[in-house]
Each structure stands twice: as C-alpha cells, then as structure tokens.
C-alpha cells in the first residue's frame, strides 16, 4: 500500500523534474498516473524479493551469440547455458533483444516486441525461472525507423512530441557526447525548420523528457518488462538524457531526478529490481550516479578495465594501486558491477584524472600494436579524442613490450580475471571472454564498424565441439575462468559489500584485502604483474593459509614467492 510519504516523494521528484516548464495541474495528473500503475501492478503481483550474495554473478551476451540456423536463438542459448553456464553464472545479461534498425540493437523500434529471431516474451519469462535476467532499457534514443519517429511525424500518439527538436537558437557549443559526427539534423516539419538531436548516430534520435509522456512511457516500459521475468534495468546511455541551450548537456540535474523517481518506483512495487546506469565516465561523474544511496542500485565500474589492463601491459600497478586505495566502499543497497570486455570497447574517458597524458599515449599505443581500432568523440565541435578502444581482452592482453612473443598470455589473462571476479562487487563476464575470443577481423572487413571486432557470435554445434576438445584454446579458457567463479561463488568474503582493503607490496603486484559482512572469512587477494619470480614480505598471520585457487603457497625465509603473473586467494578457512 502507497502511504502519503510515498505520494510525497514522487511529487517531489516530479516538482524538481518540471516545476518550471508545466502546470501545477499537469504535474497533478502525471502524479496519479505513476501512483495508478503502481498500484495496477501491485493488485497483480505479490510480493517477490531477490537478494544479491557471492553467488551473483553476470553473463553478458546477445540474444543470439549462440546460435543455429533456423532455430530461435533464445532457445539456443538457454540449452547451451543450462549445458555449460549454469554452475558459474545466475544473472544473464541479454543486450538488447527488441526489433531494432542498427547499432547491434541499440537503435530500438519498439521496446515492447522481441526481434523475431531471436524468439518471444515467453523465451525471456522461461530463462528468468531459473536466472535472473537483465535487460537494456534504451533510455536516450529511438530508432528513425520505429513506430514512435513515424508516429511523430505524424503528430500521432504514441510518439507526438517525443522526440527533441531545437530551433538555430540553441547554443551546443559545449555539447559533450561520445561521438563524432554531425549532432544535429536540419528538418522542415510542422510547417517551421528544426533540428532533430542526434547524439550516438543519424538512425537515433534524442527522446525528449521535457515532455513527461516520454517519462511515464518508459515507467509502463519497466513493469511491462518485469512481468516478462526482467529484474535488473540497464539505463543505456543515461547520463545525456536532459539537454539545456548552452551546457554540457551531459549530467544535468534533472538527469539525476529522473532516475531518483524510477528509483522511488521499483522501491514501491511488489517485484523488487535493480538499475544500473550505464554512465562511461570519469570517475568522479560515474560515482554521482549513486546519488546518497537513491540513485542507481548499481554502477558500471567503468575505471577498473582500462586501469587492469593498462598494469598487466606495462608490469607496474602504481595506477591501479593509487585508484584502488582511493576508490569508496559501496554500502548496503549500491554495489559496483566490475568487468573487463563488455559488447563495446574499452572504454578511455574513464581513464581521465587517472592517467596522465603520457602513460596514456603510451598505452593506447601499446594497444594499437596489439590490433586495437580506436573510436572518437568530437569536442567543442572540432576537437577528437579517443573515446574507446575497440579490441578484445585476448588481443588486448596477448603481447606487451616485456613480453614481445607472447610467452605468458594466458598467466595475464586469468590473473586479469581473478582480480576482477575477486575484487569488490559483481562480477560480469562478456561471453566472447569464457573462450579467449580474437578479434573478429572477418566481421570488421565486411561491416568497418569498429565494434564488431568484439561482437562474435559462436556456432552452437561449433562452440560445443570446442569445449569437448581438452586441447583447444576455447576449452581451455573456458575451464580456467569456470574454475575461478566456482570458487568465488562458495565465498562469503566475496559477497558484493564485503569490506575490500586495499594492501601495497609494492608496483609489481596487486592486492587487497576482503573481509565478509559477518567478519567471518577473511581472503588475500595478491597478484604478480611481472613476467620475473617475485618475492615480497608476508605477514605470519597469513601463514598456513589455504590458496583458494592453486596449490599451497610457497614461502622461504617468510616470503612469499609469486610466479610469473600468478594469483593467490589466501583464505583463513
């Protein structure tokens, strides 16, 4: 049951969205509106809690990166995952499965049909009886092509004045977006000139949420997911969602508002779900998004990947250490969701007050010798940066400039991954990474679209009959990373809020400290980075610990003796 205090709160968010721009009047009617769904809902679904534990843990896929021909691919990968997946994943991440027009999804044409090769609602509801599932609400944008854009055109419902237009008037200097082409898109509609938005490409268009219909359509978009089984939103995009003449258009207030009243919904309905805002920002700006614990319940640890790789790269954890040791502790309802490779690249504005301007260039050339393409965005309309690295976490690791053959690719890369399964939060997994996936060269000769280089998408019978053969590369990658979340799933030091601390042996390792809520277990999390035997001083409380993941440590003379790029979990039981 709603109370006056709940009533109140999504006023208030509704007050500090739009108080300047509507009526008292239509504020008053957008207010019931929310406050009928909710109620609508709750009439039609009891009560349902899912907690989050060591045991969360996220696979990030498309709908068909396991396929077979003629067969719906949901389908596909639910039997694949049942077969091979099961016992290290319960979170499925599914990227975007509705009917979409380009950007592998992200252009969507209606948020409520799945693409029909993929499958239909049922699939989704079937998977999220035995998984959690987790769905891209495509926030910021439309496809030009779907029934909203045509329904705009036509001053037609739903879609009559959803998307945003601005007049020759409108400052957009100092625009920051991800992107480098033309932001703007002259058109004569309604009998007058405008400018359609277009902040990640000409086939998507901005949606206007100074217009609160937009808004209560993505409120019946949530609850239309839910009651196909979704319980974790991904906001794609979310940070460009309100646009004012002359600002970054980037984080505004209202922004943050928005998310603060979704937040103030799913905290009212029966089915109780999570969002995490996909924000890939410098630090700083990724962490606002917490907001005081009101905000996204989860947040893209956008920082961690770039900073990773960059000290498996370069042997010297001196970056990684100082961000570690500073980066805050989540609390009881927020969490970080840690990764290495998602369907996009790596992503280089995160590294931003982090890297100085060297290291950075260093790096980024070091990834282009690895077979990196680069994405850019455009800056105060004539400046480009590099804005992602476009490379798969086999290529971006296989080779550094200690390391010029190769030798310990496969040392860099499963350390890379303890540390990212091990470290505070939840832990999410690109499926291509399970494998040691190339990059597809094949897919980006025929489309030149940087992206594809990290998309592939497995044969089932092909993937299936590599993960059957012990000697192949797929199998034994697959059994390495398997092996690491299988532990990590049996440990409540690795519960998502378990206190991490950050431990300096110096910058040829890395490691920190996880200690469970109960104070129970205790895990020391110690990496070498270097491609040398390292030793380094180990406290005799630590003595006699148990490797959680190899064979027992060796010490001599009370130290600790680390192969090259090797990783221990030293637990006290």
């Known amino acids: 049951m ?33 406050i009928q769904l909710i109620k609508y809902f709750n009439k039609k679904n009891p009560k349902k809690k899912k907690i989050i534990s060591e045991k969360t843990t996220l696979v990030i896929c498309y709908g068909d990166s396991v396929y077979l021909e003629k067969k719906k691919s949901l389908k596909v990968f639910q039997n694949f995952f049942q077969k091979k997946l099961k016992n290290c994943f319960n979170t499925i991440h599914f990227l975007p499965f509705y009917p979409s027009s380009s950007d592998s999804g992200f252009a969507v044409k209606d948020h409520y049909k799945v693409e029909n090769k993929l499958g239909n609602w049922s699939d989704i509801k079937n998977i999220s009886k035995s998984n959690s599932v987790m769905a891209d609400i495509v ?25 945003l237009t601005v007049d020759s008037k409108f400052n957009t200097s100092n625009v920051v977006r991800p992107r480098d082409h033309k932001l703007l898109k002259k058109i004569k509609i309604f009998k007058k000139s405008d400018y359609l938005w277009r902040t990640f490409s000409p086939d998507q268009i901005d949606l206007n949420f100074k217009n609160p219909s937009v ?60 969002i995490i805002t996909e924000t890939n920002l410098p630090e700083k700006e990724n962490l606002s998004y917490l907001g005081k614990n009101d905000e996204a319940n989860w947040i893209y640890n956008f920082s961690l990947p770039p900073l990773l790789i960059h000290a498996f790269l370069f042997e010297n954890s001196s970056y990684l250490n100082k961000w570690s040791k500073n980066l805050p502790n989540t609390k009881n309802g927020n969490c970080y969701l840690n990764f290495i490779a998602s369907h996009d690249g790596i992503g280089i ?45 086999f290529d971006a690791l296989k080779k550094s400039d200690y390391d010029q053959k190769g030798v310990f690719y496969l040392e860099r890369y499963v350390s890379a991954h303890a540390i990212m399964i091990s470290f505070e939060g939840i832990p999410a997994i690109y499926l291509n990474s399970m494998f040691g996936t190339s990059n597809d060269e094949a897919k980006y000769i025929i489309t030149g679209n940087n992206r594809d280089l990290n998309r592939y998408k497995w044969n089932y019978k092909n993937i299936s009959k590599k993960l059957d053969n012990k000697n192949s590369k797929q199998s034994l990658f697959y059994k390495k990373i398997s092996n690491l979340l299988k ?35 205790t895990i020391i999390c110690i990496t070498n980075l270097s491609s040398k035997i390292q030793k380094t001083q180990l406290k005799k409380i630590y003595h006699g610990w148990n490797n959680l993941i190899g064979p027992k440590i060796e010490t001599k003379n009370k130290l600790l003796i680390l192969k090259p790029f090797e990783t221990i979990w030293l637990s006290n039981r």
């Open 349 to 393: 504005r995160p590294t931003e007050g982090l890297l100085n301007k060297k290291t950075l260039n260093d790096f980024l050339k070091r990834l282009r010798k690895n077979g990196s393409k680069f994405s850019y965005r455009k800056i105060h309309n004539k400046i480009k940066k590099i804005y992602e690295a476009n490379i798969t976490v």
């Open 487 to 521: 532990v990590r799933r049996k440990q409540k030091a690795f519960h998502p809020n378990a206190s991490r601390h950050n431990i300096n042996f110096g910058s040829n390792f890395f490691s920190f400290k996880r200690v469970s809520i109960d104070k129970d277990q």
């Open 139 to 163: 926030i910021n944008h439309s496809s030009a092509r779907g029934l909203w854009f045509k329904n705009f055109l036509k001053k037609k419902e739903p879609g009559k004045d959803y998307f």
């Open 215 to 274: 808004l209560i359509q993505f409120i019946k978009i949530m609850l239309h997911l839910i009651n196909n089984g979704v319980t974790i939103f991904r906001l794609d995009a979310i940070a460009y969602l309100w646009k004012e003449n002359g600002t970054k258009c980037i984080n505004l207030k209202q922004t943050h508002e928005i998310i603060k009243l979704l937040r103030n919904v799913i905290n009212l309905i029966n089915i109780k779900t999570k």
């Open 2 to 34: 709603l109370t006056q205090k709940d009533q109140k709160a999504i006023r208030s968010k509704l007050d500090n969205i739009y108080k300047i721009s509507i009526s008292k009047k239509d504020i008053d009617y957008f207010e019931n509106e929310i």
